[in-house]
């Protein structure tokens, strides 16, 4: 096997030292590492867990919005449109399913079919 001399001068490229599947799969688990660090950053240290932890099973409009990430006059407004599952308290205020939140988040609607 013939030596292989780096000139130091020169940048090297991990294909030219390893081969391109092995330089690959170090690239893919650069870009996977990087991906979990900017979703622990974004989302703190508890991504991995399901979306309705630590919730209630009947929400308010607060609760709802934490929970879908978004505000809560935009939630308000898709309850109101009847985008997304709600249902109106006997004194005007909008309460929400966790669970029918949650499968509205994956598409299927309460009684088992998709969207």
Request: charged share 25%; hydrophobic share 35%; proline share 5%.
């Amino acid at each position: 096997m013939a030596a292989v001399h780096i000139d130091s001068r020169k940048q090297v490229r991990a294909e030219d030292v390893v081969g391109p599947a092995v330089a690959g799969w170090a690239d893919q688990k650069k870009r996977e590492d990087r991906d979990a660090e900017h979703a622990t950053y974004r989302y703190g240290q508890n991504e991995q867990q399901s979306l309705g932890d630590g919730f209630p099973p009947i929400l308010n409009s607060r609760e709802a919005a934490e929970m879908l990430r978004c505000g809560v006059t935009h939630i308000q407004a898709l309850a109101r449109d009847g985008v997304i599952p709600a249902n109106r308290s006997p004194g005007g205020r909008w309460r929400f399913s966790r669970d029918a939140l949650i499968l509205w988040t994956t598409g299927v609607q309460p009684g088992g079919s998709r969207c």
